[in-house]
């Protein structure tokens, strides 16, 4: 009989699947604002750097062998004269890595050589409740543009007069590579390594004094994000009711905002009032009308013309609403309720998610 299964418990807190996707979306976001962090060249040649130094550590004799970045070929003299990687006689010493990156980038591969989307379309991030300085609240709104992807191609070299420096890089890099892909974050972006090739470039001088130069091609996967990628729109989160009448005599109008975009309008008419009037700032489907109290019967006009609940009507941004109704009784308070949802575009079919915690989330009394 096979030995059971045995599911062995998780010893470390790493996430994965879904969770580390999750928490690289955090990373993203963390310490920082509602839109997402920049990346620019020199975020990623940082990042490179650090890489090289971090994951490619190589030591001789108790000391570590130093890195240096240039990415110009042309001032890598001028560079080595200020570096302190030198004899007495400031003759270069051998046992060095030195870290280069051609100056002319390549439209990038991220995307298995697809193109963005043209007319520099902005696609929603997310949206939240703010407060304005009247004390209303309004929606706010973050969208980027899809990144611009590049291809950046580095070069690790490795100068040395030592034959197990050569074998010791060379099994280091290899084994980062045993994947495929080795990954980067500059400001928390992952971008994707691949080792692009290896050369040799080892030479003798005249004195036939050996030296080795081992040259590592890696290429970087890598998007760049501008400050000009994102784009900030606000939106009013209620809109604004003006009414018409006698100040001193005018129904009560209370709003409320549901899940889905959903709301309900409930006009209480007080003694002697059978009438309101307003301006809509909105766009409002309706799709039924309750008759909760003293209501025998209602019109509704919208710029004078009659609407019919049979298959629903519209409020429309600067359109006049006029609710008439009928009484039971004269000297009655009456309720009447409509009910439909908001038709604006800005949310993209989504609520923020303050507006997910609780079935209602403001209510707005108009005296």
Known sequence: MGRPYRNKPRLTNIP??????????????????????????????????????????????????????????????????????????????????????????QPGDI???LFNIPDDKFYPITTRTIMDDNGTESYERYSMRIPVATDLMY????????????????????????SLQFYIFPN?????????????????DVEQFKFYSQTYNIKCLAYIINENDFKIETFPKRKLII????????????????QNKKISIEITFSYGEDIVTFDFDANIHITSAM????????????????????????????????IKIQKFIVNQPSILILEGEYTDEFTDGKLPEDLKDSNIKDSIIIN
């Open 155 to 178: 070069s690790v070299q490795l100068v040395t007069n030592k034959y197990e420096l050569l074998n010791k890089m060379n099994e280091i890099v290899v084994s980062l590579f045993r």
């Open 16 to 105: 994965i699947g879904n969770e580390r996707r999750e928490n690289l979306l955090k990373n993203i976001l963390s310490k920082g604002t509602f839109i997402p962090k920049t990346t620019t060249y020199k975020d990623i040649d940082d990042a490179f750097k650090n890489f090289v130094i971090e994951h490619i550590k190589l030591s001789y004799e108790g000391e570590l062998i130093p890195t240096y970045v240039t990415y110009s070929i042309q001032r890598f003299s001028e560079y080595a004269q200020m570096w302190g990687h030198a004899d007495e006689n400031g003759n270069l010493l051998m046992n060095f890595k030195l870290v280069l990156r051609e100056n002319n980038p």
């Open 111 to 113: 995307q298995g050589g």
């Open 291 to 322: 008759l909760k109290k003293n209501v025998r019967l209602y019109s509704v006009h919208r710029n004078d013309d009659l609407l019919y609940i049979d298959s629903g009507y519209n409020f429309y941004d600067g359109n006049t609403i006029r």
């Open 243 to 258: 009414f018409e009448g006698d100040k001193n005599k005018k129904p009560n109008i209370v709003f409320k905002d549901y």
């Open 188 to 204: 928390e972006y992952p971008m994707p390594l691949k080792l692009d090739g290896i050369s040799d470039e080892s030479e003798y």
